[in-house]
C-alpha cells in the first residue's frame, strides 16, 4: 500500500479578534502573514500553516487535540509566551530522552503546543 499521507501541514486557531490575534500571533512567532483577508490569515512557519480563522459563537474550543510547534530553548519559549499574555496549560516536562514539551492557551483559549525534540528533523 503506498502512503498517501503527506504530512502535517497546517493548525488553525478560532478567534474572535481576527486583528487583534493577527498582532499577537506577529509578536508570539515572529512572523508576518503571508495571506491576509478577514475571512483567514496564514502564516507559514517553517514548512507548515498556522492559520486564524473568525471565531462563530457557536463554536467550543477544546484541548484533546494538540499540535506542537518545535522550539530551541523551550524554557526560554515558555517563558517568552507567558510574557505576551499566554496562559500555561501545562507545564515543561520531561517526556522520554532529551524531548520535552509544554502546552499554553493563547489570549482567546486556544491550546498551542511546543517541543524540544533533538532527534526530530524535516527530511
Known amino acids: ?44 512557519i517553517g514548512g507548515y500553516e498556522l492559520g486564524l480563522y473568525p471565531e462563530k459563537k457557536d463554536q467550543k474550543k477544546g484541548d484533546n487535540v494538540e499540535a506542537y510547534w518545535g522550539v530551541e530553548d523551550i524554557n526560554a519559549e515558555h517563558k517568552r509566551f507567558l510574557e505576551l499574555g499566554a496562559t500555561e496549560h501545562t507545564p515543561v516536562k520531561n517526556v522520554g530522552g532529551d524531548i520535552e514539551v509544554t502546552t499554553l492557551l493563547d489570549p482567546w483559549g486556544n491550546l498551542i503546543g511546543l517541543i524540544y525534540n533533538p532527534h526530530f528533523k524535516i527530511k
Open 1 to 44: 500500500m503506498k502512503n498517501t499521507i503527506l504530512g502535517l501541514r497546517t493548525v488553525i486557531y478560532l478567534v474572535p479578534d481576527m486583528e487583534l490575534a493577527k498582532d499577537w500571533y506577529i509578536q508570539a512567532f515572529g512572523i508576518e502573514p503571508y495571506f491576509d483577508e478577514s475571512f483567514y490569515i496564514g502564516f507559514e
